[in-house]
């Protein structure tokens, strides 16, 4: 594979402004009764949480196969293609985007495309997916940026914790009953994701708790002499992720940084308050761009 790369992501991934060259976005869509709503077009992070905090109730749907394959055509015509999803487990999305790729890839095209399950969601996605997207802008091959991305999925760390998790009950991920009782109980639960599982490591109760348990919980995960691509995210409560973000700083060996909103179709399932951060070690070129 010496064709140069192009990339293609859901808008569930965390990317730059403006969104790389050579990349290509999906968007997700939200629904509001019959409104539709497509992820970081018609609807901003900042617009879809005041419409959440009202009152409102979402649904989401992923892109179809057909929308998948529109973008693999639409991508650059000398370039092979990668196409990163979150895990499979959580959503159709991967399966919408093999079937696609397995179309095109059928079609005589030279070009190839090739799917990444990257085993990651939100934050941690969104490195990876940076992370190759960056290689692509760059013109490298697809050999070259699937394997950063084999490295980098496996390498991702990303906790977070919910202030309510009615919204999950709403989707069935949880029971309901379990949802009333931790926020009866203003327990919130850190959790990993890691290799498209969610593990829980900690319960904290009351909001002052969390800051300290997500230190302690990163020092059990992370080394603090690696250096590292920190991505510090939240639902519509940035202070809490600065706070959370200068908590981080001070104890790992962080060299790139960022704080960001999670995307409208993330935070159908999250709600309002989340915060967390996704952590990766920067490798090959990444530190040359070290300040």
Known sequence: ??????????????????????????????????????????????????????????????????????????????????????????????????????????????????????????????????????????????DAVLQRVEQARSEVVMLGTLRTLTYLARSGRVPALVAGVTNLLDVRPIFELSKGEAKRLALVRGEKRVVRAFQKEALGVLDTATPLWLAVFHSSVPESAGELREALH???????????????VMGAYTGPGMTGFAAMPLRGAELDEVP
């Open 1 to 142: 594979m010496t064709r140069p790369c192009s990339l293609v992501v859901d808008s569930g991934a965390v990317l730059a402004e403006p969104v790389p060259a050579g990349t290509i976005v999906v968007p997700l869509r939200i629904v509001f009764g019959d409104q539709v709503l497509r992820d970081g077009i018609d609807i901003t992070a900042e617009s879809f949480y005041r419409r959440l905090e009202a009152g409102d109730v979402p649904t989401t749907s992923t892109p179809s196969p057909g929308e998948y394959l529109e973008a693999f055509r639409a991508s650059d015509a000398s370039s092979d293609i990668v196409c990163l999803t979150i895990p499979r487990t959580l959503s159709a999305m991967h399966e919408s985007a093999t079937l696609a790729a397995r179309l095109f890839n059928d079609s005589g095209d030279p070009r190839r495309v090739h799917v990444v399950d990257t085993g990651n969601a939100a934050a941690g996605f969104g490195l990876v997916a940076r992370a190759a997207a960056e290689l692509c802008a760059a013109g490298e091959t697809a």
């Open 250 to 264: 001070a104890e790992l060996t962080v060299c790139r940084s960022e704080t960001i909103a999670l995307s409208p």
